[in-house]
Protein backbone atom coordinates (compact mmCIF):
# COMPACT_ATOMS: atom_id res chain seq x y z
CA UNK A 1 0.00 0.00 0.00
CA UNK A 2 1.59 3.68 -0.88
CA UNK A 3 0.50 5.88 1.39
CA UNK A 4 0.92 9.54 0.85
CA UNK A 5 1.55 11.83 4.38
CA UNK A 6 -1.18 13.20 5.72
CA UNK A 7 -2.59 16.99 5.37
CA UNK A 8 -2.75 18.72 9.02
CA UNK A 9 -3.97 21.76 9.56
CA UNK A 10 -1.37 22.87 11.82
CA UNK A 11 1.48 24.84 10.38
CA UNK A 12 -0.67 25.60 7.52
CA UNK A 13 -3.38 28.89 6.95
CA UNK A 14 -6.69 27.23 7.26
CA UNK A 15 -10.36 28.63 7.56
CA UNK A 16 -12.69 25.96 8.76
CA UNK A 17 -16.55 26.10 7.76
CA UNK A 18 -18.48 23.55 9.97
CA UNK A 19 -21.60 22.20 8.64
CA UNK A 20 -24.59 20.98 10.33
CA UNK A 21 -23.84 17.96 11.27
CA UNK A 22 -23.30 18.16 14.94
CA UNK A 23 -19.85 16.84 16.45
CA UNK A 24 -20.71 13.88 18.86
CA UNK A 25 -18.20 12.89 21.11
CA UNK A 26 -15.73 9.85 20.56
CA UNK A 27 -17.03 6.38 21.14
CA UNK A 28 -16.08 4.70 24.68
CA UNK A 29 -12.79 2.80 23.54
CA UNK A 30 -13.39 0.06 21.95
CA UNK A 31 -11.21 -2.24 22.83
CA UNK A 32 -13.35 -2.15 26.06
CA UNK A 33 -16.20 -3.00 24.54
CA UNK A 34 -14.88 -6.95 23.54
CA UNK A 35 -15.96 -7.57 27.33
CA UNK A 36 -19.71 -7.02 25.95
CA UNK A 37 -22.17 -10.14 26.56
CA UNK A 38 -22.55 -10.16 22.85
CA UNK A 39 -18.73 -9.82 21.45
CA UNK A 40 -18.33 -12.74 23.88
CA UNK A 41 -20.51 -14.75 22.58
CA UNK A 42 -19.20 -14.63 19.54
CA UNK A 43 -15.14 -14.42 20.47
CA UNK A 44 -16.37 -18.39 21.90
CA UNK A 45 -18.42 -19.27 18.98
CA UNK A 46 -15.51 -18.19 16.71
CA UNK A 47 -12.13 -18.82 18.93
CA UNK A 48 -10.74 -20.26 15.80
CA UNK A 49 -10.86 -17.76 13.34
CA UNK A 50 -7.90 -15.36 12.44
CA UNK A 51 -7.77 -12.99 10.10
CA UNK A 52 -4.22 -11.96 8.67
CA UNK A 53 -4.07 -9.25 6.10
CA UNK A 54 -1.04 -7.49 3.97
CA UNK A 55 -1.03 -4.13 2.93
CA UNK A 56 -3.06 -3.44 -0.23
CA UNK A 57 0.06 -2.35 -3.15
CA UNK A 58 -0.33 0.84 -4.86
CA UNK A 59 0.16 -0.15 -8.29
CA UNK A 60 1.87 2.96 -10.04
CA UNK A 61 5.06 0.79 -10.45
CA UNK A 62 5.90 -3.12 -10.92
CA UNK A 63 6.34 -5.50 -7.44
CA UNK A 64 9.41 -5.70 -5.78
CA UNK A 65 11.45 -7.17 -3.07
CA UNK A 66 9.64 -5.39 -0.22
CA UNK A 67 6.26 -6.29 -1.52
CA UNK A 68 6.73 -9.86 -1.52
CA UNK A 69 8.52 -9.69 1.56
CA UNK A 70 5.15 -8.68 3.14
CA UNK A 71 3.07 -11.26 1.60
CA UNK A 72 5.81 -14.38 2.20
CA UNK A 73 5.39 -13.15 6.35
CA UNK A 74 1.59 -12.59 5.79
CA UNK A 75 1.46 -16.34 4.16
CA UNK A 76 3.53 -17.93 6.83
CA UNK A 77 1.23 -16.52 9.77
CA UNK A 78 -1.79 -17.89 7.82
CA UNK A 79 -0.59 -21.40 6.38
CA UNK A 80 0.80 -21.26 10.51
CA UNK A 81 -2.59 -20.98 12.11
CA UNK A 82 -3.92 -23.42 8.97
CA UNK A 83 -1.62 -26.52 10.55
CA UNK A 84 -2.68 -25.22 14.10
CA UNK A 85 -6.57 -25.93 13.04
CA UNK A 86 -7.99 -22.87 13.07
CA UNK A 87 -10.18 -20.91 10.52
CA UNK A 88 -7.92 -18.58 8.64
CA UNK A 89 -8.94 -15.76 6.38
CA UNK A 90 -5.97 -14.37 4.86
CA UNK A 91 -6.11 -11.17 2.78
CA UNK A 92 -4.16 -9.04 -0.13
CA UNK A 93 -4.62 -6.94 -3.21
CA UNK A 94 -4.03 -3.80 -4.87
CA UNK A 95 -4.62 0.17 -3.99
CA UNK A 96 -5.76 1.39 -6.86
CA UNK A 97 -7.18 4.78 -6.69
CA UNK A 98 -5.01 8.61 -6.87
CA UNK A 99 -3.83 11.25 -8.85
CA UNK A 100 -0.25 9.31 -9.91
CA UNK A 101 -2.79 6.28 -11.21
CA UNK A 102 -4.78 8.81 -12.89
CA UNK A 103 -1.28 10.33 -14.44
CA UNK A 104 0.38 7.04 -15.48
CA UNK A 105 -2.98 5.77 -17.03
CA UNK A 106 -3.21 9.23 -19.28
CA UNK A 107 0.67 8.83 -20.17
CA UNK A 108 0.37 5.37 -21.09
CA UNK A 109 -2.07 6.00 -23.25
CA UNK A 110 -4.86 3.84 -21.22
CA UNK A 111 -7.98 4.17 -19.16
CA UNK A 112 -7.40 3.99 -15.75
CA UNK A 113 -8.69 0.73 -14.95
CA UNK A 114 -7.21 -1.16 -18.23
CA UNK A 115 -3.91 0.12 -16.79
CA UNK A 116 -4.69 -1.10 -12.58
CA UNK A 117 -5.70 -4.01 -14.25
CA UNK A 118 -2.31 -4.71 -16.10
CA UNK A 119 -0.52 -4.07 -12.72
CA UNK A 120 -2.30 -5.86 -10.57
CA UNK A 121 -1.82 -8.80 -12.74
CA UNK A 122 1.73 -8.48 -11.85
CA UNK A 123 0.67 -9.11 -8.17
CA UNK A 124 -1.01 -11.68 -8.88
CA UNK A 125 1.77 -13.73 -10.50
CA UNK A 126 4.03 -13.12 -8.22
CA UNK A 127 2.15 -14.23 -5.68
CA UNK A 128 1.40 -17.53 -7.24
CA UNK A 129 4.77 -18.20 -8.19
CA UNK A 130 5.76 -17.73 -4.59
CA UNK A 131 3.33 -20.35 -3.46
CA UNK A 132 1.26 -17.06 -1.36
CA UNK A 133 -1.95 -18.94 -0.10
CA UNK A 134 -4.05 -15.82 0.17
CA UNK A 135 -8.26 -16.77 0.41
CA UNK A 136 -8.59 -13.06 -1.06
CA UNK A 137 -7.51 -10.52 -3.24
CA UNK A 138 -9.02 -7.38 -2.90
CA UNK A 139 -8.67 -4.41 -5.63
CA UNK A 140 -10.31 -0.92 -4.48
CA UNK A 141 -11.69 -0.23 -7.77
CA UNK A 142 -13.92 -3.43 -6.94
CA UNK A 143 -17.89 -2.47 -6.09
CA UNK A 144 -18.10 -4.35 -2.82
CA UNK A 145 -15.27 -2.23 -1.74
CA UNK A 146 -17.00 1.16 -3.22
CA UNK A 147 -20.07 0.45 -1.05
CA UNK A 148 -17.70 -0.56 1.86
CA UNK A 149 -15.67 2.73 1.75
CA UNK A 150 -19.16 4.97 1.13
CA UNK A 151 -21.60 3.26 3.93
CA UNK A 152 -17.77 3.60 6.41
CA UNK A 153 -17.79 7.89 5.25
CA UNK A 154 -21.89 7.95 6.45
CA UNK A 155 -20.97 6.60 9.42
CA UNK A 156 -18.22 9.44 10.63
CA UNK A 157 -19.75 11.84 9.02
CA UNK A 158 -23.34 10.80 10.41
CA UNK A 159 -21.13 10.83 14.03
CA UNK A 160 -20.27 14.45 13.15
CA UNK A 161 -16.06 13.31 12.81
CA UNK A 162 -16.18 14.56 9.64
CA UNK A 163 -16.62 18.59 8.70
CA UNK A 164 -15.92 20.94 5.84
CA UNK A 165 -13.19 23.35 5.39
CA UNK A 166 -10.74 25.28 3.05
CA UNK A 167 -7.24 25.80 3.60
CA UNK A 168 -3.91 26.59 1.69
CA UNK A 169 -0.36 24.99 2.25
CA UNK A 170 2.28 23.50 0.44
CA UNK A 171 1.38 20.35 -1.81
CA UNK A 172 3.79 17.78 -3.56
CA UNK A 173 1.42 16.27 -7.00
CA UNK A 174 3.80 13.36 -7.00
CA UNK A 175 3.40 12.10 -3.30
CA UNK A 176 -0.33 13.47 -3.19
CA UNK A 177 -0.13 15.04 -0.24
CA UNK A 178 -0.22 18.64 1.77
CA UNK A 179 2.74 19.06 3.62
CA UNK A 180 3.39 21.09 7.21
CA UNK A 181 6.71 23.99 6.64
CA UNK A 182 8.50 21.92 8.38
CA UNK A 183 8.08 19.04 6.02
CA UNK A 184 9.27 21.30 3.14
CA UNK A 185 12.89 22.34 2.25
CA UNK A 186 15.12 24.38 -0.95
CA UNK A 187 16.31 22.64 -3.52
CA UNK A 188 17.36 23.20 -7.17
CA UNK A 189 15.88 21.65 -10.38
CA UNK A 190 17.55 20.03 -13.08
CA UNK A 191 17.58 23.62 -14.52
CA UNK A 192 19.65 25.01 -11.13
CA UNK A 193 15.92 26.84 -10.69
CA UNK A 194 15.27 27.20 -6.91
CA UNK A 195 12.22 25.14 -5.82
CA UNK A 196 10.70 23.60 -2.48
CA UNK A 197 10.62 20.34 -2.25
CA UNK A 198 9.17 17.81 0.61
CA UNK A 199 12.33 16.77 2.84
CA UNK A 200 10.82 13.17 3.10
CA UNK A 201 10.38 12.11 -0.85
CA UNK A 202 12.53 14.75 -2.38
CA UNK A 203 9.35 15.74 -4.68
CA UNK A 204 8.54 18.70 -5.92
CA UNK A 205 6.05 20.85 -3.95
CA UNK A 206 3.74 24.13 -4.89
CA UNK A 207 2.16 26.19 -2.63
CA UNK A 208 -2.18 25.72 -3.70
CA UNK A 209 -5.39 26.58 -1.92
CA UNK A 210 -7.78 24.26 -1.29
CA UNK A 211 -11.45 22.79 -0.08
CA UNK A 212 -12.27 19.85 0.77
CA UNK A 213 -13.45 17.66 4.15
CA UNK A 214 -11.10 16.88 7.32
CA UNK A 215 -11.31 14.35 10.16
CA UNK A 216 -11.53 14.94 13.79
CA UNK A 217 -8.43 13.29 14.53
CA UNK A 218 -7.62 15.39 17.27
CA UNK A 219 -10.56 13.86 19.36
CA UNK A 220 -9.13 10.70 19.55
CA UNK A 221 -5.76 11.46 21.01
CA UNK A 222 -5.95 10.64 24.86
CA UNK A 223 -8.31 7.13 23.55
CA UNK A 224 -5.08 6.28 21.04
CA UNK A 225 -2.83 6.72 23.94
CA UNK A 226 -4.70 4.73 26.50
CA UNK A 227 -5.25 1.86 24.26
CA UNK A 228 -1.55 1.35 23.34
CA UNK A 229 -0.60 1.59 26.70
CA UNK A 230 -3.21 -0.55 27.91
CA UNK A 231 -1.94 -3.34 25.03
CA UNK A 232 1.76 -3.29 24.95
CA UNK A 233 1.57 -5.89 22.19
CA UNK A 234 -0.53 -3.82 19.72
CA UNK A 235 2.09 -2.68 17.55
CA UNK A 236 5.28 -5.34 17.36
CA UNK A 237 8.21 -5.15 17.35
CA UNK A 238 8.37 -3.19 20.37
CA UNK A 239 10.85 -0.30 19.13
CA UNK A 240 7.80 0.55 16.68
CA UNK A 241 5.53 0.45 19.64
CA UNK A 242 7.43 3.11 21.24
CA UNK A 243 7.62 5.33 18.09
CA UNK A 244 4.04 5.11 17.92
CA UNK A 245 3.60 6.32 21.62
CA UNK A 246 6.01 9.17 20.93
CA UNK A 247 4.00 10.14 17.86
CA UNK A 248 0.73 10.30 19.89
CA UNK A 249 2.57 12.30 22.52
CA UNK A 250 3.00 15.72 20.04
CA UNK A 251 -0.11 17.90 18.84
CA UNK A 252 -2.45 15.74 16.77
CA UNK A 253 -4.45 17.60 14.12
CA UNK A 254 -7.14 17.02 12.00
CA UNK A 255 -6.56 15.65 8.48
CA UNK A 256 -7.69 15.88 5.39
CA UNK A 257 -9.77 12.74 3.76
CA UNK A 258 -10.96 14.63 0.40
CA UNK A 259 -9.50 16.17 -2.73
CA UNK A 260 -11.36 18.09 -5.11
CA UNK A 261 -12.87 16.14 -8.06
CA UNK A 262 -11.70 18.85 -10.68
CA UNK A 263 -8.06 17.77 -9.85
CA UNK A 264 -8.71 13.83 -9.09
CA UNK A 265 -11.33 11.87 -10.54
CA UNK A 266 -9.75 8.75 -10.17
CA UNK A 267 -11.52 7.38 -7.14
CA UNK A 268 -14.43 7.38 -4.96
CA UNK A 269 -16.90 10.50 -4.79
CA UNK A 270 -17.67 11.62 -1.44
CA UNK A 271 -21.22 10.86 -0.65
CA UNK A 272 -23.63 13.21 -1.58
CA UNK A 273 -20.75 15.81 -3.07
CA UNK A 274 -19.81 15.08 -6.27
CA UNK A 275 -17.26 17.96 -6.41
CA UNK A 276 -15.17 15.80 -3.84
CA UNK A 277 -13.33 12.54 -4.15
CA UNK A 278 -12.58 10.28 -1.22
CA UNK A 279 -8.29 10.93 -0.59
CA UNK A 280 -6.59 7.85 -1.58
CA UNK A 281 -5.89 6.43 1.88
CA UNK A 282 -9.01 6.43 3.56
CA UNK A 283 -10.03 4.52 0.86
CA UNK A 284 -7.51 1.93 0.70
CA UNK A 285 -7.78 1.18 4.77
CA UNK A 286 -11.04 0.41 4.35
CA UNK A 287 -10.00 -2.52 2.43
CA UNK A 288 -9.36 -4.40 5.69
CA UNK A 289 -12.80 -4.14 6.37
CA UNK A 290 -14.22 -4.61 2.46
CA UNK A 291 -12.91 -8.34 2.80
CA UNK A 292 -13.83 -8.95 6.26
CA UNK A 293 -17.60 -8.21 5.09
CA UNK A 294 -18.29 -4.92 6.44
CA UNK A 295 -20.38 -3.27 6.44
CA UNK A 296 -22.56 -6.76 6.98
CA UNK A 297 -21.07 -9.56 8.11
CA UNK A 298 -18.16 -8.61 9.22
CA UNK A 299 -17.99 -9.53 13.02
CA UNK A 300 -16.31 -13.06 12.68
CA UNK A 301 -13.08 -11.70 11.39
CA UNK A 302 -12.79 -8.19 12.10
CA UNK A 303 -13.00 -8.49 16.00
CA UNK A 304 -9.48 -11.22 15.47
CA UNK A 305 -7.82 -9.52 13.04
CA UNK A 306 -3.91 -8.85 11.81
CA UNK A 307 -2.06 -6.38 9.69
CA UNK A 308 1.42 -6.68 8.26
CA UNK A 309 2.96 -3.69 7.09
CA UNK A 310 5.95 -1.88 6.18
CA UNK A 311 7.83 0.55 8.42
CA UNK A 312 7.15 3.26 6.10
CA UNK A 313 3.48 3.45 6.48
CA UNK A 314 3.21 2.94 10.44
CA UNK A 315 1.55 6.03 11.16
CA UNK A 316 -1.41 5.12 8.87
CA UNK A 317 -2.21 2.29 10.19
CA UNK A 318 -1.59 2.48 14.22
CA UNK A 319 -2.67 5.90 14.66
CA UNK A 320 -5.21 7.12 11.51
CA UNK A 321 -6.57 3.79 11.10
CA UNK A 322 -7.16 3.17 14.70
CA UNK A 323 -9.07 6.73 14.96
CA UNK A 324 -11.02 5.77 11.79
CA UNK A 325 -12.34 2.64 13.60
CA UNK A 326 -12.51 3.88 17.03
CA UNK A 327 -15.07 6.68 15.42
CA UNK A 328 -16.68 4.26 13.32
CA UNK A 329 -17.55 2.28 16.47
CA UNK A 330 -15.63 -0.66 15.36
CA UNK A 331 -13.01 -2.81 17.41
CA UNK A 332 -9.30 -2.11 16.82
CA UNK A 333 -6.81 -4.54 15.28
CA UNK A 334 -5.51 -7.57 17.67
CA UNK A 335 -1.91 -7.00 16.46
CA UNK A 336 -0.01 -4.44 14.01
CA UNK A 337 3.26 -6.29 12.74
CA UNK A 338 5.72 -4.01 11.53
CA UNK A 339 8.88 -4.97 9.48
CA UNK A 340 11.56 -3.01 8.13
CA UNK A 341 13.04 -2.66 4.98
CA UNK A 342 15.69 -4.71 2.16
CA UNK A 343 18.23 -2.56 1.05
CA UNK A 344 21.02 -3.28 -1.72
CA UNK A 345 24.43 -1.72 -0.79
CA UNK A 346 23.20 0.01 1.88
CA UNK A 347 20.91 2.12 0.27
CA UNK A 348 17.03 1.58 -0.24
CA UNK A 349 16.13 0.41 -3.43
CA UNK A 350 15.41 2.94 -6.86
CA UNK A 351 15.65 2.95 -10.16
CA UNK A 352 17.40 6.07 -10.47
CA UNK A 353 20.14 3.69 -8.72
CA UNK A 354 19.43 0.62 -10.75
CA UNK A 355 19.29 -0.96 -7.49
CA UNK A 356 16.21 -2.63 -7.76
CA UNK A 357 16.00 -6.60 -6.61
CA UNK A 358 13.24 -8.21 -9.56
CA UNK A 359 11.74 -10.82 -7.08
CA UNK A 360 10.05 -12.42 -9.33
CA UNK A 361 13.13 -13.25 -11.59
CA UNK A 362 15.05 -14.23 -8.16
CA UNK A 363 12.25 -16.73 -7.50
CA UNK A 364 12.97 -18.24 -10.66
CA UNK A 365 16.25 -18.21 -10.36
CA UNK A 366 16.40 -19.41 -6.62
CA UNK A 367 13.02 -21.36 -6.51
CA UNK A 368 10.10 -19.80 -4.98
CA UNK A 369 10.85 -21.96 -1.94
CA UNK A 370 14.61 -20.82 -1.67
CA UNK A 371 13.38 -17.18 -2.08
CA UNK A 372 10.90 -17.73 0.86
CA UNK A 373 13.20 -18.86 3.02
CA UNK A 374 16.08 -16.67 2.48
CA UNK A 375 13.56 -13.31 3.21
CA UNK A 376 12.55 -15.21 6.37
CA UNK A 377 15.93 -16.24 7.36
CA UNK A 378 17.60 -12.95 6.96
CA UNK A 379 14.75 -10.93 7.58
CA UNK A 380 14.61 -8.89 10.77
CA UNK A 381 11.64 -6.99 11.76
CA UNK A 382 12.98 -4.08 13.49
CA UNK A 383 16.23 -3.82 11.01
CA UNK A 384 16.46 -3.18 7.39
CA UNK A 385 18.00 -6.04 5.86
CA UNK A 386 20.67 -6.32 2.96
CA UNK A 387 20.51 -8.32 -0.02
CA UNK A 388 22.79 -9.84 -2.20
CA UNK A 389 22.43 -13.13 -4.51
CA UNK A 390 25.68 -14.09 -3.23
CA UNK A 391 24.08 -13.93 0.21
CA UNK A 392 21.25 -16.15 -1.03
CA UNK A 393 22.81 -18.75 -2.33
CA UNK A 394 25.19 -19.10 0.21
CA UNK A 395 22.64 -19.47 2.85
CA UNK A 396 20.26 -22.03 0.50
CA UNK A 397 23.55 -24.04 0.10
CA UNK A 398 24.01 -24.54 3.78
CA UNK A 399 20.78 -24.67 5.09
CA UNK A 400 18.33 -26.23 2.89
CA UNK A 401 20.58 -28.11 0.50
CA UNK A 402 23.61 -29.60 2.68
CA UNK A 403 22.30 -29.61 6.31
CA UNK A 404 18.85 -30.74 5.55
CA UNK A 405 18.78 -31.93 2.25
CA UNK A 406 21.86 -34.03 3.29
CA UNK A 407 20.49 -35.05 6.17
CA UNK A 408 17.14 -36.70 4.40
CA UNK A 409 19.12 -38.08 1.34
CA UNK A 410 21.73 -39.94 3.41
CA UNK A 411 18.87 -41.46 5.69
CA UNK A 412 16.63 -42.68 2.94
CA UNK A 413 19.51 -43.72 1.02
CA UNK A 414 19.01 -47.13 -0.08
CA UNK A 415 22.72 -48.07 1.09
CA UNK A 416 21.80 -47.28 4.77
CA UNK A 417 18.46 -48.21 4.88
CA UNK A 418 17.79 -50.92 2.04
CA UNK A 419 14.28 -51.82 3.32
CA UNK A 420 12.69 -48.15 2.71
CA UNK A 421 10.86 -48.47 5.45
CA UNK A 422 10.77 -45.94 8.78
CA UNK A 423 12.36 -48.49 10.95
CA UNK A 424 12.05 -49.52 14.72
CA UNK A 425 13.27 -48.12 17.29
CA UNK A 426 15.18 -50.17 20.05
CA UNK A 427 14.49 -49.01 23.97
CA UNK A 428 17.54 -51.57 24.96
CA UNK A 429 19.63 -49.49 22.73
CA UNK A 430 18.64 -46.16 23.92
CA UNK A 431 17.20 -46.27 27.07
CA UNK A 432 15.02 -42.94 28.73
CA UNK A 433 17.70 -43.81 31.76
CA UNK A 434 21.05 -43.04 30.66
CA UNK A 435 23.05 -46.59 29.20
CA UNK A 436 22.76 -48.49 26.50
CA UNK A 437 24.56 -47.56 23.24
CA UNK A 438 23.27 -43.53 23.22
CA UNK A 439 25.41 -40.76 25.16
CA UNK A 440 25.61 -37.22 26.58
CA UNK A 441 25.21 -35.51 23.51
CA UNK A 442 21.93 -37.79 22.12
CA UNK A 443 19.99 -37.09 25.33
CA UNK A 444 20.97 -33.18 24.90
CA UNK A 445 19.85 -33.41 21.30
CA UNK A 446 16.48 -35.73 21.96
CA UNK A 447 15.76 -32.84 24.67
CA UNK A 448 16.12 -29.62 21.85
CA UNK A 449 14.13 -31.06 19.66
CA UNK A 450 11.23 -32.33 21.82
CA UNK A 451 11.47 -28.59 23.19
CA UNK A 452 11.28 -27.05 19.26
CA UNK A 453 8.02 -26.78 18.39
CA UNK A 454 6.89 -24.89 21.68
CA UNK A 455 10.22 -22.23 20.71
CA UNK A 456 9.10 -22.18 17.26
CA UNK A 457 5.68 -21.41 17.94
CA UNK A 458 6.33 -18.53 20.42
CA UNK A 459 8.81 -17.21 18.07
CA UNK A 460 6.31 -17.13 15.33
CA UNK A 461 3.74 -16.20 17.11
CA UNK A 462 5.64 -12.97 17.89
CA UNK A 463 6.60 -12.25 14.13
CA UNK A 464 9.91 -13.23 15.14
CA UNK A 465 10.32 -16.10 12.07
CA UNK A 466 14.04 -15.93 11.61
CA UNK A 467 15.05 -16.95 15.30
CA UNK A 468 12.19 -19.81 14.71
CA UNK A 469 14.22 -20.79 11.50
CA UNK A 470 17.71 -19.97 13.53
CA UNK A 471 16.54 -22.80 16.01
CA UNK A 472 14.91 -25.49 13.53
CA UNK A 473 18.79 -25.07 11.96
CA UNK A 474 20.38 -25.66 15.24
CA UNK A 475 18.49 -28.71 15.74
CA UNK A 476 19.28 -29.89 11.99
CA UNK A 477 22.57 -29.31 12.99
CA UNK A 478 22.24 -31.11 16.49
CA UNK A 479 20.73 -34.09 14.36
CA UNK A 480 23.15 -34.53 11.58
CA UNK A 481 25.73 -34.14 14.40
CA UNK A 482 24.25 -37.30 15.58
CA UNK A 483 24.68 -39.12 12.79
CA UNK A 484 28.00 -38.62 12.15
CA UNK A 485 28.83 -39.34 15.65
CA UNK A 486 27.67 -43.01 15.31
CA UNK A 487 28.60 -43.61 12.07
CA UNK A 488 25.91 -46.08 11.23
CA UNK A 489 27.41 -47.38 7.92
CA UNK A 490 30.05 -48.33 9.86
CA UNK A 491 28.04 -51.04 11.75
CA UNK A 492 27.89 -54.74 11.21
CA UNK A 493 24.32 -55.29 9.89
CA UNK A 494 24.40 -59.25 10.11
CA UNK A 495 25.00 -58.62 14.68
CA UNK A 496 21.27 -58.12 15.48
CA UNK A 497 22.60 -56.02 18.54
CA UNK A 498 24.30 -53.49 15.62
CA UNK A 499 21.51 -54.28 13.18
CA UNK A 500 18.64 -52.83 16.28
CA UNK A 501 21.58 -49.91 16.86
CA UNK A 502 21.42 -48.53 13.39
CA UNK A 503 17.44 -49.26 13.05
CA UNK A 504 17.36 -47.05 16.23
CA UNK A 505 19.35 -44.29 14.92
CA UNK A 506 18.08 -44.26 11.41
CA UNK A 507 14.89 -44.18 13.39
CA UNK A 508 15.58 -41.27 15.85
CA UNK A 509 16.69 -38.96 12.73
CA UNK A 510 13.48 -39.72 10.57
CA UNK A 511 11.70 -38.73 13.64
CA UNK A 512 14.24 -35.45 13.48
CA UNK A 513 13.12 -35.17 10.17
CA UNK A 514 9.28 -35.44 10.49
CA UNK A 515 9.67 -32.49 13.29
CA UNK A 516 11.21 -29.92 10.95
CA UNK A 517 9.29 -31.18 7.48
CA UNK A 518 6.33 -30.18 9.98
CA UNK A 519 7.60 -27.26 11.43
CA UNK A 520 8.80 -26.07 7.99
CA UNK A 521 5.37 -26.08 6.43
CA UNK A 522 4.38 -22.46 6.63
CA UNK A 523 8.22 -21.32 5.12
CA UNK A 524 9.01 -24.11 2.35
CA UNK A 525 5.67 -25.50 1.69
CA UNK A 526 7.27 -27.31 -1.69
CA UNK A 527 10.60 -28.53 0.14
CA UNK A 528 8.62 -29.51 3.24
CA UNK A 529 5.89 -32.10 1.32
CA UNK A 530 8.74 -33.49 -0.30
CA UNK A 531 10.44 -34.30 2.74
CA UNK A 532 7.38 -35.45 4.25
CA UNK A 533 6.15 -37.34 1.59
CA UNK A 534 9.62 -39.32 1.85
CA UNK A 535 9.22 -40.00 5.17
CA UNK A 536 5.31 -41.65 3.95
CA UNK A 537 4.01 -39.07 6.11
CA UNK A 538 0.53 -38.67 5.16
CA UNK A 539 -1.44 -35.71 4.73
CA UNK A 540 -3.49 -35.85 7.72
CA UNK A 541 -0.55 -36.55 9.75
CA UNK A 542 1.22 -33.09 9.30
CA UNK A 543 -0.49 -30.71 11.63
CA UNK A 544 0.58 -28.96 14.74
CA UNK A 545 -1.14 -31.62 16.79
CA UNK A 546 0.89 -34.21 15.36
CA UNK A 547 3.76 -32.66 16.39
CA UNK A 548 5.23 -35.73 19.02
CA UNK A 549 8.26 -36.41 18.70
CA UNK A 550 9.70 -40.13 18.99
CA UNK A 551 6.94 -41.64 20.59
CA UNK A 552 9.02 -44.90 20.89
CA UNK A 553 10.89 -43.32 23.36
CA UNK A 554 8.30 -42.22 25.64
CA UNK A 555 6.39 -45.43 25.77
CA UNK A 556 3.80 -45.03 23.22
CA UNK A 557 2.88 -46.61 19.67
CA UNK A 558 4.07 -45.04 17.04
CA UNK A 559 2.10 -45.10 13.84
CA UNK A 560 5.20 -44.36 11.37
CA UNK A 561 7.37 -47.68 12.91
CA UNK A 562 7.41 -50.36 10.38
CA UNK A 563 5.94 -48.13 7.53
CA UNK A 564 7.72 -47.79 3.77
CA UNK A 565 9.12 -44.74 3.04
CA UNK A 566 7.29 -42.83 0.19
CA UNK A 567 9.16 -42.93 -3.18
CA UNK A 568 12.32 -40.91 -4.10
CA UNK A 569 11.37 -37.89 -5.64
CA UNK A 570 14.62 -36.48 -5.81
CA UNK A 571 17.23 -34.02 -4.21
CA UNK A 572 15.19 -31.80 -1.59
CA UNK A 573 16.91 -28.68 -2.86
CA UNK A 574 19.04 -28.81 -5.46
CA UNK A 575 22.44 -26.55 -4.77
CA UNK A 576 23.24 -23.24 -6.20
CA UNK A 577 26.74 -21.44 -7.09
CA UNK A 578 27.47 -18.95 -5.54
CA UNK A 579 29.51 -16.32 -7.70
CA UNK A 580 27.26 -17.55 -10.95
CA UNK A 581 23.82 -17.32 -8.86
CA UNK A 582 23.11 -14.64 -10.87
CA UNK A 583 23.45 -16.30 -14.04
CA UNK A 584 21.68 -19.78 -13.83
CA UNK A 585 19.09 -21.53 -12.14
CA UNK A 586 19.16 -24.44 -9.48
CA UNK A 587 21.02 -27.17 -10.97
CA UNK A 588 21.48 -30.64 -9.61
CA UNK A 589 25.22 -30.90 -8.59
CA UNK A 590 27.24 -34.64 -8.19
CA UNK A 591 27.32 -34.15 -4.87
CA UNK A 592 23.59 -33.98 -4.06
CA UNK A 593 22.95 -36.63 -6.47
CA UNK A 594 25.45 -38.83 -4.96
CA UNK A 595 23.33 -38.40 -1.47
CA UNK A 596 20.21 -39.83 -2.80
Known sequence: MRFPFLFATRGCRAVYRLHQKPFLSPVPPLWEHRSSAALSTQLCKDDRSYYITTPIFYVNASPHLGHLYSAVLADCFHRYKLLQGFNSKFATGTDEHGLKIQQAAEAAGKDPLTFCTGVSKQFRHLFSSCNISYTDYIRTTEQRHREAVEHFWSVLWNKGLIYKGSYEGWYSTQDESFLMPSQVGDALDSLGKEIKVSLESGHKVEWMKEENYMFRLSAFQSQLLDWLRGNPQAVQPERF???????????????????????????????????????????????????????????QWWHVARHVIGKDILKFHA??????????????????????????????????????????????????????????????????????????????????????????????????????????????????????????????????????????????????????????????????????????????????????????????????????????????????????????????????????????????????????????????????????????????????????
Open 241 to 299: HQAVLKWLQEDLPDLSVSRQRSRLQWGIPVPGDDEQTIYVWLDALVNYLTVAGYPDKHN
Open 319 to 596: IYWPAFLLGAGLPLPQVIHVHSHWTVGGKKMSKSLGNVVDPLERSQMFTADGMRYFLLRQGVPDSDCDYTDDKVAKLLNAELADSLGGLLNRCTAPALNPAQVYPSFCPQSFPRAHGGRAVHEDYHMLDAIQKLPAVVEKHYEAMHIYKALEAISACVRLTNGFVQRHTPWKLDRKNNEDQRWVDTIIHISLECLRIYGTLLQPIVPEASNKLLSRLGVQPHERSWAGLNFLARYQGMDCPFEGRALGSDSGVLFSRLEPHNADKQKPKKTKKSANLK
